[in-house]
């Protein structure tokens, strides 16, 4: 390992990783906001994520996951690609790791950051290793599941999940946050703890359509069906309402988990089929569509899956 200096210059490479606190030869890309109307160039797209990777250490680590309307867009695409064709600056391989790699999926008919990024899953230069990471492998486009080797990652199990808490960094983050709250927050990702307040809202609206799907199939049903969809907007179905669904998702694993250990293997079975639905609704939601019109389709079918 490089030694860290007291006073780096910020020129030389030694410096330069001195500054930014990690290895020159690792490459960190997420979904970032799209920076302006027309294409970034990659070195403003390498100065966004040098600015925000330095934010998430000064958090120590522990950050806020990527909104609905952030996006892996066709010019961070490019500025990976371009990276990937330079030697690595010190190891003898360089790494990338693209996080939530779905979100290279935009609507049909636009370009695709995703297949920017196909010529080098294709043909990776000597040396370079590239790892995707994804909790929606269904919204990757099958030219790129076909071009890469899948491993599972299983969610943590409660005792994972209660050392995690008990870190010190992480306790004090989550000072004011009860631990009961903070696993149920969780459901096995320790990631979801941090959301904050956009992603503790989308649980509140996410709840909403739960109850409301659940409700019987009388007219006084249908109404809370109907009003629940009315909440969610007209337009931009990428953002508050794409958390919501992701938090939906969320809850039904976990109602399924309390059906397998109440017994009740039909209804823990109806909570998993459920599961699929709103897959496939977030699938939707990257697309041109109303947040209501999708919420009123997925709320019945829900009501239909959850009380047949």
Same mark, same amino acid.
């Given at each position: 390992?490089?030694?860290?200096?007291?006073?780096?210059?910020?020129?030389?490479?030694?410096?330069r990783?001195?500054?930014?606190?990690?290895?020159?030869?690792?490459?960190?890309?997420?979904?970032?906001p799209?920076?302006?109307?027309?294409?970034?160039?990659?070195e403003?797209?390498?100065?966004?994520?040098?600015?925000?990777?330095?934010?998430?250490?000064?958090?120590?680590?522990?950050?806020?996951?990527?909104?609905?309307?952030?996006?892996?867009?066709?010019?961070?695409?490019?500025a990976?690609?371009?990276?990937?064709?330079?030697?690595? !600056?010190?190891a003898?391989? @360089?790494?990338?790791?693209?996080g $939530? +790699?779905?979100?290279?999926?935009?609507? =049909?008919? /636009?370009?695709?950051?995703?297949?920017?990024?196909?010529?080098?899953?294709?043909?990776?230069p000597?040396?370079?290793?590239?790892?995707?990471?994804?909790s929606?492998?269904?919204?990757?486009?099958?030219?790129?599941?076909?071009?890469?080797?899948?491993?599972?990652?299983?969610?943590?199990?409660?005792?994972?999940?209660?050392?995690?808490?008990?870190?010190?960094?992480?306790?004090?983050?989550?000072?004011?946050?009860?631990?009961?709250?903070?696993?149920?927050?969780?459901?096995?990702?320790?990631?979801?703890?941090?959301a904050?307040?956009?992603? !503790?809202?989308?649980?509140? @609206?996410?709840?909403?359509?739960? $109850? +409301?799907?659940?409700?019987?199939?009388? =007219?006084? /049903?249908v109404?809370?069906?109907?009003?629940?969809?009315?909440?969610?907007?007209?337009?931009?179905?990428?953002?508050?309402?794409?958390?919501?669904?992701?938090?939906?998702?969320?809850?039904?694993?976990?109602?399924?988990?309390?059906?397998v250990?109440?017994?009740?293997?039909?209804?823990?079975?109806?909570?998993?089929?459920?599961?699929?639905?709103?897959?496939?609704?977030?699938?939707?939601?990257?697309?041109?569509?109303s947040?209501?019109?999708?919420?009123?389709?997925?709320?019945?079918?829900?009501?239909?899956?959850?009380?047949?």
């Open positions: 390992m490089t030694e860290r200096l007291d006073e780096p210059c910020g020129e030389c490479l030694q410096c990783y001195a500054v930014r606190g990690v290895h020159p030869d690792l490459h960190w890309f997420f979904p970032r799209r920076l302006k109307d027309g294409d970034a160039s990659p403003e797209i390498k100065a966004d994520y040098d600015e925000v990777i330095a934010e998430r250490m000064e958090a120590e680590g522990l950050w806020v996951p990527s909104l609905g309307t952030d996006g892996l867009h066709v010019a961070t695409m490019r990976l690609v371009r990276q990937a064709s330079l030697r690595p !600056a010190m003898r391989r @360089a790494v990338f790791v693209v $939530d +790699a779905e979100r290279m999926v935009t609507q =049909a008919g /636009g370009e695709h950051g995703a297949n920017a990024f196909l010529k080098l899953l294709e043909e990776p000597p040396g370079t290793t590239i790892i995707l990471t994804t929606e492998p269904g919204n990757l486009l099958p030219t790129i599941t076909s071009r890469v080797s899948s491993i599972r990652v299983p969610n943590l199990d409660r005792a994972d999940l209660e050392a995690f808490l008990s870190d010190a960094v992480v306790e004090r983050k989550l000072a004011r946050v009860p631990r009961d709250e903070a696993l149920a927050r969780m459901n096995g990702a320790p990631g979801e703890v941090f904050g307040e956009s992603m !503790a809202a989308a649980f509140t @609206a996410a709840k909403r359509m739960l $109850d +409301a799907a659940l409700q019987p199939s009388t =007219a006084d /049903g109404a809370e069906r109907i009003k629940a969809a009315a909440r969610q907007g007209v337009a931009g179905a990428r953002g508050a309402f794409t958390d919501s669904l992701e938090a939906l998702t969320h809850l039904l694993h976990a109602r399924a988990k309390q059906m250990d109440g017994g009740r293997e039909a209804d823990a079975r109806r909570s998993a089929s459920a599961v699929v639905l709103v897959e496939l609704a977030k699938a939707k939601a990257q697309g041109n569509i947040p209501q019109l999708l919420a009123a389709s997925l709320l019945f079918s829900l009501h239909r899956t959850l009380r047949p």
